[in-house]
């Protein structure tokens, strides 16, 4: 479909760690209706502004930039200024797992690490990590692909850049986890709910999850249930137009328990029913809710 000819230029920056999933995203933003460019060199960004002026061409654009460059940071922070200065909405979608995750793909792949100066693949993700940290610390979204498959990175994609998606609105992901298969890594604010009583210390609850009805019962009905719930309530009404006034457009809250089964999946269900009602675009996913 053609786009409007006053149709805002839209620039979605594909980054990361190499191995993460970049190549992936790109098809998964090109089958959205992204025009996607691959390895494309930071200083030749600006240049997407002016393709975007004729009434035939897309408004809406995937660039996947390689951090192999030396003067990578430097080149892309001077072409998001570019692309500001122009009116284009920017974005910056950061794609990270964990090394030992990159290690097993690498291995998987038989291929050396493009910043590996030895037979070492975790010498490379070392010195890429330690090139792209403040990147990361910049991306406006962070998606960990640490256990995901193609299929949930694909649904992950979907939910943030499908065309229903508010333009300008912040959009939240709620994810629940369990602090034994570690933190997130793609996530801005924690909150620990271990305090609460464990249901998986309940012989009957334990087969449930924090979905099923007897599970939730049990949660909810703890005395610190509800007055956690309204303080953090209150806390997230207070800083998420803060957020948003300073133009961050993606947030990720995360709940953690021991397992990520229960608790945090019953207090991230309703920290989300919570958003929604307040009309803040929510996602809500489980990291761990299958783990035992």
Aim: proline letters at 4%; one cysteine or more; charged letters at 25%.
């Amino acid at each position: 479909m053609t786009p409007a000819k006053d149709a805002p230029l839209d620039v979605l920056i594909i980054t990361g760690m190499s191995g993460a999933g970049r190549s992936e995203a790109a098809n998964v933003l090109e089958d959205l209706g992204f025009f996607v460019i691959d390895n494309l060199p930071p200083m030749l960004i600006g240049k997407v502004a002016e393709l975007a002026r004729g009434h035939d061409n897309p408004a809406r654009y995937g660039l996947v930039v390689d951090v192999r460059s030396g003067d990578f940071l430097d080149s892309l922070a001077s072409a998001k200024d570019e692309l500001h200065r122009l009116g284009a909405r920017t974005r910056v979608l950061f794609l990270d797992a964990a090394d030992d995750v990159l290690v097993r793909r690498y291995e998987g792949s038989r291929r050396r690490h493009p910043l590996s100066d030895t037979e070492r693949v975790v010498d490379g993700i070392a010195r890429e990590r330690a090139l792209v940290e403040s990147l990361r610390g910049d991306a406006d979204v962070i998606v960990d692909t640490s256990n995901l498959n193609v299929h949930q990175l694909r649904d992950r994609l979907h939910e943030l850049f499908a065309d229903h998606e508010a333009a300008g609105a912040l959009q939240v992901n709620v994810v629940s986890f369990g602090y034994k298969h570690g933190l997130p890594l793609d996530v801005d604010l924690v909150f620990d709910c271990r305090f609460l009583p464990n249901p998986h210390w309940i012989d009957e609850l334990r087969p449930y999850t924090g979905l099923d009805a007897p599970v939730v019962e049990y949660v909810m009905a703890q005395p610190a249930t509800g007055a956690f719930l309204a303080e953090l309530g209150r806390l997230l009404e207070l800083t998420l137009p803060g957020y948003e006034d300073e133009g961050k457009a993606y947030l990720s809250i995360g709940i953690g328990c021991t397992g990520g089964r229960h608790r945090s999946v019953v207090i991230a269900e309703q920290v989300a029913a919570h958003l929604r009602g307040c009309g803040c675009w929510t996602a809500v996913h489980h990291r761990d809710i299958e783990r035992n």
